[in-house]
Every structure is written in structure tokens, then in C-alpha cells.
């Protein structure tokens, strides 16, 4: 279409049909760069990798092709882009990253192991964080993830309290000993602790800020806390469940103002 | 390029490497969805505003968009019943999908308004409401299915069938609402 096929400038759907037709143009020369940054990330994490399984980050990728496979953050050429089915990626079109990845964040578990984790924007307007183990080559690795739509996550942190566990309780590397809970903070939280029912706080590997798309408030963080796993046994009944999944104790301010935040 | 001769998929195809075919796209559907959106709002200025929101969540899923099942216009239909729905709920006149495009929200002025009228009487009613032309059984099955997006159990339950027979109603009413969309491109 001309964009002068709309004849009256007075036409209100003439403004919004340029307004569309401009978004359209800027969108496709988005997907035009991304698809070229991608190859480049995927080059420059291969060669990463062999060096010495640093993360490197860009704007389009993890940085951990094993983070980008959990989430299906594929390059627009890719076969599995926009596709899902038998023998193909595990998590669902609507739920791959739209943009917005936060920080990769690397894990250090007790024992010496480490996992990958980072948060995203899905493509049907949830926040979700994922944790995977890097070393990981299977086409499906495996992932904790915890997703909470936005509209409840801007409840929680602007109602609630500024840091709130998302989800998780288990881990993709020794399952058995650790579990990981995952959660997403204000932008301005640096600093978060959380603990069970009776246990110590912990502290959490909080990530740097970040803004995903759709998010208009203050940026986010996320953040991830290891505990150790329930002893076997341990849950027989749903209170034992809730006693053994660890809330927010505390949240530190980037200005040094600590809250204790409210359970959840 | 003559965009006239393209089918809605071929234009939501093309968006992606040719984004004038969205405005094609746009160009072709945007009086009906106005009408569409006018007479369910009663208020042209939330009207206008509902429709650049439908189709720039068109935009944004048009990537997604696979020809097939429903004819694109039943697919804005749907986006558009989405939309009416979250400002039946209450929620602040929707732009979610503009800012994510870094579409700026536009406001209109009386001259502009009264345009609303003209397309309105211009429009008529057959677009979208076409499906008031489907039988009942239809026109319920296409609605529960395509616009409400209930599963084929649950639509199947509530109009008191079988899914099998359900799945026919939806799939006859697309046809036909399929057939009197290419009589009117």
C-alpha cells in the first residue's frame, strides 16, 4: 500500500493507518538486525565456549546455548522458530522470549557445580525465569522455569513488597541436594535474603536491572537463591510443603534501605 | 507492488519482509473493524482508539498467524472481541500492543469523529457481522470456538452436542464465512 492511498489527511483511520504502516517498518528492520545478531551472538558464544565456558551476553542472546534452547530463544531463520512438535523444542511458541532478557546470571552451587539462569519477557505477556545447567548439549535441556503474567507480577511489587519468589524448588544439576527458587525484584533492590520455616536467611544472586518490553514501571531484577533440598521424606503433607518452600525475608535498596518483606 | 491481487494471508505472510503489505492488510480490513468496534462501544473516540490497538496487535502477531483454520478476518474479529472484553473489565483503554510497536497514541478532534460516522453508514453491516447471516447452530459454534476461543469440549458442552458435531458447525460456518469474504475482496 502507498501510504497516500488514504486520501484525507483528516482521516482518522488514514493517521492510524501511517502510524501502522511506520511500526511495520521499524519491526521488520528490528527483525533484520536481530536475525543478523543472532548469527553473530551464536558465533562469538561457540568460540566462548571452547575457551572456557565464559557467558557472553548480547542483546538477542544468553550468551548460554543451553539458556537459548530451555527458552527457545531461536533466530528468526531457525526451523523451530515459530514451531513446535514431536522431537521439537519442549516450550510452547506463545511462551519463547519476546525481548527484554535480563543479565545471564551464573550460579555457583555449594558443592563446586554451577548453573545458568536468566529471566525474559514471553511472547503471551509473562515473566518468566529459567535455570539450566550449562553444559548441557541435549537439543531439550532441562529447565526450571517460573513464569508469573505481568499484570500480577506489577500487583506484587507495587502492592505487595519489591521482591517476590517466583517459583522453583529444584535444580537441573543434583536435584537430589539442591533446590533453586527463583524470583523477580524491583529494579532498585540490589540485595535480597530468603529462608524456609525456621532456617537461616540465604542469601540470593541478584542480577542486574533490566526493562523487558512491556514493563513500564521501574526496571526489574531477578534473582535466585540455593537452598538445600528437603531431606527425603521430609513432605508428607501439604503443610510440610509450605514450611519447606522459602519466602523473601529481606530486600536491600540500592540506596541502603532494608525491608522485610512480607512472605509469599 | 499491487496488493489488491493478494489474498489477507498473502499480505500477513509478506509482513514480516514487506511491511506495506501490512498497511494492504490494514487498508482493507480497518473500516469494517471500526464499524465493528463503533457499534459494540458506542463511543467513536474509544472506537478509533480500540481499533489501532487491534491491528497493531495484529501486527505484532502477525508472524504468528497461520493461514487456515480461520479466515483472517474472523482472526481480527477475535482480537477485537479480546479487546472489547478487557475494556468491559474495566481496564484503562488498552495500548499495550502501540507501546510495545513505539506507537505513539493518537488523539482525534471532532472533524475526525464525525469521519466515524461516514464510515460507518459507508461500512454497512455485512463485514464482520457476517456471521449474523450463519444459521444459529453456526453462527454459536464459530463464536464459542474462533472469538471466545473455548475449547471444542467445552463449546461442545455448553451448546449441548457432541464435539464431532460441533467441530462440523465451526468448520461449515468458516467455510462460509471463508466464501462470502473472497465474493467481497
Keep these: 500500500m502507498n501510504r497516500s492511498d488514504f486520501a484525507r489527511q483528516d482521516d482518522p ?75 521439537g523444542p519442549r516450550v510452547p511458541v506463545d511462551r519463547r522470549p519476546y525481548g527484554g532478557l535480563s543479565p545471564t546470571i551464573d550460579i555457583p552451587l555449594p558443592d563446586g557445580q554451577r548453573v545458568a539462569a536468566a529471566a525474559y519477557e514471553t511472547r503471551d505477556g509473562m515473566i518468566c525465569s529459567t535455570i539450566v545447567d550449562p553444559k548441557d548439549t541435549t537439543a531439550n535441556p532441562r529447565g526450571g ?83 538445600p533440598s528437603p531431606p527425603r521424606g521430609a513432605i508428607r503433607a501439604e503443610r510440610d510443603f509450605h514450611r519447606w518452600f522459602p519466602t523473601v525475608r529481606s530486600a536491600r535498596l540500592a540506596d541502603g534501605t532494608v525491608i522485610e518483606t512480607p512472605t509469599r | 507492488m499491487d496488493y489488491g491481487r493478494l489474498t489477507d494471508d498473502e499480505l500477513l505472510g509478506a509482513t514480516r519482509d514487506d511491511p506495506d503489505a501490512f498497511g494492504a492488510f490494514y487498508e482493507r480490513h480497518c473500516r469494517g473493524v471500526l464499524a465493528f468496534l463503533a457499534r459494540r462501544c458506542g463511543d467513536h473516540e474509544t472506537a478509533l482508539d480500540l481499533t489501532a490497538e487491534v491491528f497493531a496487535s495484529a501486527l505484532a502477531a502477525s508472524g504468528r498467524y497461520r493461514p487456515g483454520e480461520a479466515p483472517a478476518r474472523v482472526w481480527l474479529l477475535g482480537i477485537a472481541q479480546n479487546k472489547l472484553a478487557e475494556l468491559r473489565r474495566g481496564r484503562a483503554r488498552a495500548d499495550a500492543a502501540r507501546r510495545r510497536l513505539g506507537m505513539p497514541r493518537l488523539t ?16 454497512g453491516s455485512g463485514y464482520l457481522d457476517g456471521l449474523g447471516d450463519l444459521p444459529p447452530d453456526e453462527r454459536a459454534a464459530v463464536t464459542a470456538r474462533v472469538i471466545d476461543e473455548r475449547g471444542y469440549t467445552e463449546a461442545a458442552q455448553e451448546a449441548g452436542t457432541t464435539e464431532a458435531t460441533l467441530r462440523k458447525r465451526v468448520s461449515r460456518g468458516l467455510a462460509k464465512l471463508a466464501q462470502r469474504g473472497g465474493e467481497t475482496q
Excluded at chain 1, 521488520?28 to 545478531?37: I, P, T, V
Excluded at chain 1, 551472538?41 to 537459548?68: E, N, R
Excluded at chain 1, 511489587?157 to 536435584?175: F, K, R, W
Excluded at chain 1, 540485595?191 to 536467611?201: H, I, K, L, N, W
Aim: charged share 15%; glycine share 16%.
Design chain 1, 13 to 87: 483511520l488514514a493517521a492510524i493507518g501511517a502510524s501502522l504502516t511506520a511500526a511495520a517498518h521499524r519491526r521488520s528492520a528490528h527483525l533484520r538486525r536481530r536475525r543478523h545478531g543472532l548469527f553473530a551472538a551464536v558465533a562469538t558464544t561457540a568460540t566462548l565456549a571452547v575457551a572456557g565456558g565464559a557467558f557472553a551476553v548480547t542483546g538477542t542472546s544468553t550468551g548460554v546455548p543451553a539458556l537459548d534452547r530451555a527458552i527457545g530463544n531461536y533466530a528468526a531463520d531457525d526451523p523451530w522458530e515459530g514451531h513446535e512438535g514431536p522431537g
Design chain 1, 145 to 227: 522455569f517460573g513464569c508469573t503474567n505481568i499484570r500480577i507480577l506489577k500487583k506484587w511489587l507495587q502492592g505487595d513488597g519489591p521482591a517476590h519468589i517466583q517459583g522453583g524448588g529444584g535444580s537441573p544439576v543434583s536435584p537430589e541436594r539442591w533446590g533453586i527458587h527463583g524470583g523477580i525484584a524491583r529494579g532498585d533492590v540490589v540485595g535480597v535474603t530468603v529462608g524456609v520455616e525456621g532456617g537461616p536467611p540465604i542469601d540470593a544472586v541478584v542480577s542486574g536491572a533490566w526493562q523487558p518490553p512491556s514493563w513500564n514501571g521501574t526496571p526489574l531484577r531477578v534473582f535466585f537463591a540455593v537452598l
Design chain 2, 108 to 123: 482525534f478532534g471532532d472533524a475526525a469523529l464525525e469521519r466515524v460516522e461516514e464510515v460507518l453508514d459507508a461500512a
